[in-house]
């Protein structure tokens, strides 16, 4: 961040108490008449600095409507939590009734994809995805709503029972793919419901 003046600073140390004192932001005329400018347009000119700095930000137009910026602000903002579901078989398809069970904090950055409101995660039980480099205890992040296309890893229930594994399709009709030769593929009965899609992978710190 960009040095500061003495007398920037100041407004920028009033700025912080004002909000953590009143819950809001100080009006221009409020800053003028903390530091006796005699001008708005004196307020105006430093916070005009400041934007430029990168230390506060506004929304033209609108009252109370600065923000102090920092690295660490701009870091949370890249950082999305996603809520998890329960558990998802990577092994044989099971009865499982997903439940919430908290959330994933996940790097924008690092997973090099930014979760929609639609995204979820599943945490895996089972070796059936090792082919994938899919572990048990991994958790998996997955799209609710796109169609998958062939090759895509998916949450699915198929006749009724949920797995996670690989989607593909042979002579028009779907199929899931087991990533390990211990496991056979799994050819819908009846019907075959994708739950999501995946999109990244976080691996829980192992001991």
Do not use: W
């Not at 004002?18 to 932001?25: A, I, K």
């Not at 398809?93 to 979760?115: F, L, M």
């Not at 996670?164 to 009965?189: C, H, Q, R, S």
């Amino acid at each position: 961040m960009a040095t500061l003046t003495r007398r920037q600073q100041q407004i920028v140390d009033f700025l912080q108490k004002f909000q953590q004192s009143n819950g809001t932001m100080p009006t221009i005329k409020e800053i003028a008449a903390h530091f006796g400018f005699r001008s708005p347009n004196a307020v105006t000119s430093h916070l005009q600095l400041l934007k430029k700095k990168g230390v506060i930000s506004d929304e033209p137009n609108k009252a109370r409507s600065l923000r102090l910026t920092s690295p660490l602000q701009k870091l949370r903002q890249l950082v999305c939590d996603v809520p998890v579901y329960g558990s998802i078989p990577a092994g044989l398809a099971a009865d499982r009734e997903q439940q919430i069970e908290g959330c994933v904090s996940v790097d924008v950055n690092s997973i090099g994809y930014k979760p929609s409101k639609n995204a979820f995660a599943l945490r895996v039980s089972g070796d059936s995805m090792i082919g994938k480099h899919i572990l048990d205890g991994d958790f998996v992040i997955l799209e609710h709503g796109p169609d998958p296309r062939a090759g895509e890893i998916v949450a699915a229930l198929i006749d009724g029972q949920c797995t996670l594994k690989t989607y593909l399709v042979k002579n028009g009709k779907p199929f899931l793919k087991a990533e390990n030769p211990k496991y056979p593929n799994l050819i819908p009965a009846q019907e075959l419901v994708i739950q999501g899609v995946f999109r990244a992978l976080i691996r829980p710190t192992r001991n």
